[in-house]
Nanobody, 115 residues
Framework: QVQLVESGGGLVQPGGSLRLSCAAS????????MSWYRQAPGKQRELVAS???????NYADSVKSRFTISRDNAKNTVYLQMNNLKPEDSAVYFC?????????WGQGTQVTVSS
């Protein structure tokens, strides 16, 4: 059974930073596209960032230059470094693994940006 376990969420002041981690129990982790999504109350889930098997990255316009996605294939882990956080970044953040007709989700981790 595939599991994606997120960690690193919490409460942070505007302008602060957080680093999210997602550990995946995927035997072929390096072949999957790994992504971070987020969902705020009353809003649709939206794609935040993706990192492809070759290391290419893609970001939502709203987080470009502030967020960085990375992966460590040796640890089966994907990260999301979030800097200069804004109140509008508050949401539940979900890790996703996609590829080869499969799509897996983590349980989510709450990020709250507030003074």
């Amino acid at each position: 059974q595939v599991q994606l376990v997120e960690s690193g969420g919490g409460l942070v002041q505007p302008g602060g930073s957080l680093r999210l981690s997602c550990a995946a129990s995927l035997r072929t982790f390096s072949t999957f596209t790994m992504s971070w999504y987020r969902q705020a109350p009353g809003k649709q889930r939206e794609l935040v960032a993706s990192i492809f098997r070759g290391g290419t990255t893609n970001y939502a316009d709203s987080v470009k230059s502030r967020f960085t996605i990375s992966r460590d294939n040796a640890k089966n882990t994907v990260y999301l470094q979030m800097n200069n956080l804004k109140p509008e970044d508050s949401a539940v953040y979900f890790c996703n693994a996609g590829g080869f007709g499969s799509n897996y989700w983590g349980q989510g981790t709450q990020v709250t940006v507030s003074s």
